[in-house]
């Protein structure tokens, strides 16, 4: 059976801008592939496959000539602010503000697990000396807080005024509040360069990647983490998947894709890893789906998976997924040159 749901069906002709139209009124635009700049591209996701604030004409694609999959029609980039409240989910606190003792350990190890990918792959190239570090979307500024500690010298990028004054109070970190290409960042002046769970939510992940190159010193790492296609629980979650998460996600990677739009920004591809924990990941995907078939059980049973501790049960089967490079979430790493 198709990914959406549907019945399976004789392919339909690749759709193109022209054969689209639009309602000026609703701010959204239709743009062509992000990697090889065809208009070409077959249903994925069909429109109107969510329920509200999600656009009802919003939907998925897939490039027909490179197999990039994208969101479109989209939000504008003037529109798709509304879309990010500022209770969002990633805008989390400081870990010692965090009540449960469980918790605060877990979310400590998360942060350390980032530190310590990014060293062991410095460590064959130039040793693992601490460095500077560049956090593109650093939210409220945990990571780079992390970095710090351990000796590196850190900058941070966020669009969110109030996630990125922040980290700025809490953390005296150094946040530049706009967009990537806006920040009065040197050329060649980064050891590291990270997108935690960002680069799906940019307008174009090809431009954006090429500025991260020149942003990077000769041999500097790239770590870009996004949802995993090739996760069990995009198959089993269909539309409510975590990773479509429509309008903000506005580009769905396969391994293929990400490491072509890698290449092309002038990048060796170093390493696929699934490292983080995707136990509150897969919560959200069953969110979604109990929202839309079971309402009434969404919140007795989302209230009881959350229970500090109970993840401890299913832990070893995230973890043997994160092994076979099936969990949630996966990040690429790559070195420039």
């Given at each position: 059976m198709p990914e959406n749901g549907s019945a399976a069906a004789a392919p339909p002709a690749p759709e193109t801008a022209s054969s689209i139209a639009l309602d000026p009124a609703l701010a959204l635009e239709l743009p062509a592939c992000d990697r090889c700049g065809s208009p070409e591209a077959r249903t994925l996701l069909a429109p109107g496959s969510w329920a509200p604030p999600v656009p009802p004409q919003v939907g998925f694609r897939r490039c027909s000539s490179c197999g990039l999959v994208y969101q479109a029609p989209r939000p504008t980039p003037a529109a798709i602010g509304a879309f990010y409240p500022p209770d969002y989910q990633p805008y989390r606190k400081a870990i010692e503000d965090e009540p449960w003792a469980l918790m605060r350990l877990m979310r400590r190890r998360k942060l350390a697990d980032r530190r310590?990918?990014?060293?062991r792959h410095?460590?064959?190239?130039?040793?693992?000396?601490?460095?500077?570090?560049?956090?593109?979307?650093?939210?409220?500024?945990?990571?780079?807080?992390?970095?710090?500690?351990a000796g590196w010298q850190?900058?941070?990028?966020?669009?969110?005024?109030?996630?990125?004054?922040?980290a700025r109070r809490r953390f005296g970190l150094p946040v530049f509040t706009g967009m990537l290409e806006d920040a009065p960042l040197v050329d060649g002046s980064f050891d590291v360069?990270?997108?935690?769970?960002?680069l799906e939510h940019v307008y174009s992940p090809s431009t954006t990647l090429a500025l991260a190159a020149r942003l990077l010193k000769p041999g500097g790492l790239l770590l870009v983490h996004v949802p995993n296609w090739d996760s069990p629980e995009r198959r089993l979650f269909g539309r409510h998947w975590a990773g479509w998460d429509p309008p903000r996600h506005l580009y769905v990677f396969d391994r293929a894709s990400l490491g072509g739009i890698m290449k092309a920004a002038g990048f060796r591809l170093l390493d696929w890893v699934c490292f983080m924990p995707a136990y509150f990941t897969w919560l959200i995907s069953l969110e979604n789906w109990?929202?839309?078939?079971?309402?009434?059980?969404?919140?007795?049973?989302i209230r009881l998976l959350r229970l500090p501790g109970l993840r401890l049960l299913v832990e070893p089967l995230f973890w043997a997924l994160n092994r076979l490079g099936r969990g949630s979430v996966i990040a690429a790493v790559g070195r420039k040159g």
């Open positions: 310590h990918l990014i060293e410095l460590i064959d190239h130039r040793g693992a000396a601490p460095g500077k570090v560049l956090d593109v979307g650093c939210s409220t500024g945990l990571f780079l807080h992390e970095m710090v500690q850190a900058e941070g990028v966020e669009l969110s005024e109030g996630a990125a004054d922040y360069v990270t997108f935690w769970d960002v109990l929202a839309a078939r079971h309402p009434r059980l969404r919140g007795p049973v």
